[in-house]
């Protein structure tokens, strides 16, 4: 697991095992949020085994589910709204952290410039690169309709 810690209430890794949990719950993380679909993993990882290891060491768990390329409007608000509702921290996977720091950016792109954003995510080892124009137009307040990429 190699986490980035993207600000003070985020962070992000690649795929997380049950004994990984009790490992972030030591860093003072609260609540996880698994962007990876149940099909991708073997079943030792499916998130009824993160779940349970998140509910052993009192961590509020998220199961939010997203294909690579395709980021849907109700997972982007999903994760706006858990972010913005909390003063505690949050940290999310994938398969690499990609597909998080895809749908944290765009959760975050309100008001803010792309250039911004992409240099808040250089903190993960992850490329924005392919949707830097749909953080332009999201930031222009236009409204979202999901996108696949």
Request: charged share 20%; hydrophobic share 40%; proline share 5%.
């Amino acid at each position: 697991m190699q986490v980035s810690l993207i600000n003070d209430r985020f962070s992000v890794s690649d795929q997380i095992t049950p004994d990984d949990v009790a490992i972030l719950a030591q860093q003072g993380v609260t609540e996880l949020v698994n962007m990876r679909p149940d099909e991708e993993v073997e079943p030792h990882l499916r998130s009824d085994a993160i779940a349970a290891a998140a509910q052993q060491a009192n961590m509020a768990y998220v199961y939010l589910p997203i294909v690579p390329g395709m980021y849907a409007e109700d997972a982007v608000n999903m994760l706006r709204t858990t972010l913005n509702g909390c003063n505690h921290r949050v940290h999310s996977y994938c398969r690499s952290g990609n597909r998080v720091m895809h749908v944290w950016a765009l959760a975050n792109a309100l008001g803010k410039s792309s250039d911004a954003l992409l240099a808040e995510c250089a903190k993960a080892p992850c490329d924005l690169a392919s949707i830097k124009s749909h953080l332009e137009q999201h930031n222009l307040e236009q409204p979202w309709l999901g996108m696949h990429i």
